[in-house]
Every structure is written in C-alpha cells, then in structure tokens.
C-alpha cells in the first residue's frame, strides 16, 4: 500500500484543504515497459489550479476522486524497461503519490551529478523552458530596452529577469513582498522593483521604473497589475501572456480597461502561448539554459516545503505568494 492524494472536490474561489483527500492505495505488478518509484521532489504549480475546474482547457481536468498529477522527479526502485536502471532518477507529469508503478513512455532520466534534481522541476523543468521560449520567441528584447516581469519573484519570473538582464535591457519587476524586492534587488540585480501589495499608485511606480517606457511585458499575473503595465507600452512592445493567475481563483471575470486601442496605436504584439507548444524544442532550450547555469550566468532558488501530506498545503501557498522561486515538495 501507498498513500496518494486524490482531488475530493473542486475549489470555488482559492482552494481549500478540504477539496484534497489522502488515501492508500495498492500497488500493482511491474509490467515490461514500467517502472516501480520512489517519488523525491515534487513540483506544485499555479496550472493545476486550471485543471480542478470542470471547464475545458489547453489540458483535461482532473477527476473527482482522482489523483492530482503534476511535475515530479523520482528514484527508480524496479524496472522492466531497458535503459530505466534501479537507482537512477526521472521526471515526468507523475500522481501525487509516494510510491507508483508507471509507464515509462513519457519519462525522462535525469543525472542528479549535472544538476540538483530540484532543477529539474525549475530552471532545467517546465518553468525554465517557459522563461526561455516566452522570453526569446515572443519578447525577443533588444539591448537597451525595457523589459517588465509581474510575477517577478516566482519559478519563471525570477529566470526571465536574469535572461533579461543577460541581454542587456533594463528589468524591473513587479512582487509581493519586502522580502522579494530585496533578493531580486541585491541577488539578482534587478534594476527596479515594485512591491505591488504596498504601492498606492502602481502606475506612476511603474513610470518612475520605466523612465523610456516599456519594450516587454512579460505577463505572470493579469489583472491590475497588467493594466497598469500596458497603460504604459512603447511602440511595437511585445506583451507576453504566459500566466494569469490573479484570476485563477476567480469566481466571475473582471472587467478591465479596454487595451485594444492601447495595441492598435502602439502597433503593439499581444500573444498568449502554452510551454508545451514548443516540445519540439525543448532540447534546444534545456541546452541553452544549462550552458547558462554551468557557467553561472543563471541563479536559482527554491522554497522548499518537506513531507508528502503538505502538497495541497504548498500548492495553495502559491496563491498567497508564500513562495520565493520554485516551490517543490521534498518527500
Ligand atoms: N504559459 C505557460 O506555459 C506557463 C508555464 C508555467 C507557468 N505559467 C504561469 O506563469 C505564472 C508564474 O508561474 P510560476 O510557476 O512561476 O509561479 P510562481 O510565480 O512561482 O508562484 C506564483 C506567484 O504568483 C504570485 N501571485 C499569487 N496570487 C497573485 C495575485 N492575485 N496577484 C498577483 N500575483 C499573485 C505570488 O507572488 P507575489 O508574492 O509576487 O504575489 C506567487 O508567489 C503563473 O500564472 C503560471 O500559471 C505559464
């Protein structure tokens, strides 16, 4: 037996640890073309909260009474599939649940010596893909331009900053906390930041960070925050909307400003994309963001939650911002 965590019933508004349920759960026979796991680190991520609702989406919802499924790495303890050797460590979308026998279509080895495996889940996982593809494909900054990232602090804004600031633009991030603006300030240099809980005019802030205006908007959070950027957009900007989260939890959409005429007079690019949109090239990006961690040009930091039975607890601690970099669960 093993325990799993399933999705007991679907969050209205910001999710709840009542809407999760632990149970045990058999183990099945190792078949040809599976593994037995360990699960080791976990991944929790603002996505998931898309997949607990009964809605249609770029991916399906999860079941009542299913497991969630999400990031993780874990260590292969049986194997009946060649090239999966016992001991060594994969990735893959796995259940919540401590220990699994898999399909190994869809996994992927991973060398905890070239990287700490809860890289795997950030900067050289999902999040560093999405900073990277979001980032040079839709962005595409220029030397000398300004570059804005709402949720700064978080798993893909704080590698975009650095991507940014690589290129040369001028970078200045939008975060919920003190705390935050200090380490993205003294640790990862970047040049402005604005702590958007305790700044009563967010858009003269943001005007007093972007003195020449903003280039590129890269888009974690929607809502206000965005309206107050996009207010304030150059000439062929590039907004990039990679997350909304400040409406996940939303029970009825908000109204805004109407930016179409902001785009139309600025001839600006507004484009939504999906990571996954670009799996044919995520050799390209792992290549090119682990050149960048090996030779030091990219930092990384995690909040580390530890114990299986605090998934749920960390993933709604998401909403809250009580995370700095990548949240994972060590288990
Ligand atoms: N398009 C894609 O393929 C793709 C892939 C990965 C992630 N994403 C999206 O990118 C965004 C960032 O993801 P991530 O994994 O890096 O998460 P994250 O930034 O590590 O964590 C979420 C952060 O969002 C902020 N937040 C929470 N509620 C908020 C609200 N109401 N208003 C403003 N900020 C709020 C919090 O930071 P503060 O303390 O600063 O509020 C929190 O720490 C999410 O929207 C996610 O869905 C998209």
């Not at 999405?130 to 570059?147: H, M, N, R, S």
């Not at 200090?182 to 802030?205: C, G, H, P, Q, W």
Request: charged share 20%.
């Amino acid at each position: 037996m093993t325990r799993q965590i399933i999705l007991k019933s679907r969050p209205v508004g910001i999710p709840t640890l009542d809407n999760f349920e632990s149970r045990s759960v058999d183990i099945h026979v190792v078949s040809p073309g599976q593994v037995r796991l360990m699960a080791h680190t976990m991944s929790v991520d603002p996505y998931l909260r898309g997949r607990m609702n009964d809605a249609p989406s770029y991916i399906p919802s999860f079941q009542l009474g299913e497991p969630i499924v999400g990031g993780g790495v874990a260590r292969i303890v049986e194997s009946k599939t060649e090239g999966f050797n016992v001991g060594s460590y994969v990735m893959g979308y796995l259940p919540w649940q401590e220990e699994m026998v898999i399909d190994t279509a869809g996994l992927k080895i991973v060398d905890e010596n070239l990287a700490p495996l809860s890289f795997y889940l950030g900067i050289l996982g999902m999040p560093g893909l999405t900073a990277w593809f979001g980032l040079t494909d839709i962005g595409k900054p220029q030397p000398g331009e300004t570059v804005v990232i709402s949720g700064a602090a978080g798993a893909v804004g704080i590698v975009v900053e650095q991507l940014a600031k690589i290129q040369g633009c001028h970078v200045v991030g939008i975060a919920g906390s003190d705390a935050k603006v200090r380490y993205l300030k003294d640790e990862l240099k970047f040049d402005e930041v604005i702590n958007y809980k305790t700044t009563s005019d967010l858009e003269a802030a943001i005007a007093l960070a972007c003195p020449s205006g903003v280039d590129v908007y890269f888009d974690n959070v929607g809502g206000e925050i965005s309206d107050a950027v996009i207010a304030q957009i150059n000439k062929n900007a590039r907004i990039i909307i990679c997350g909304q989260i400040s409406l996940y939890n939303a029970t009825s959409q908000p109204m805004g400003p109407r930016i179409q005429s902001v785009l139309l007079k600025k001839s600006a690019l507004m484009q939504g994309f999906i990571v996954g949109n670009y799996s044919s090239r995520f050799d390209e990006g792992l290549k090119a963001l682990s050149q960048l961690v090996g030779t030091g040009k990219l930092k990384y930091t995690n909040t580390t939650y530890h114990g299986f039975e605090r998934l749920p607890e960390a993933f709604i601690d998401l909403f809250e911002g009580k995370n700095l970099g990548k949240l994972i669960v060590e288990l």
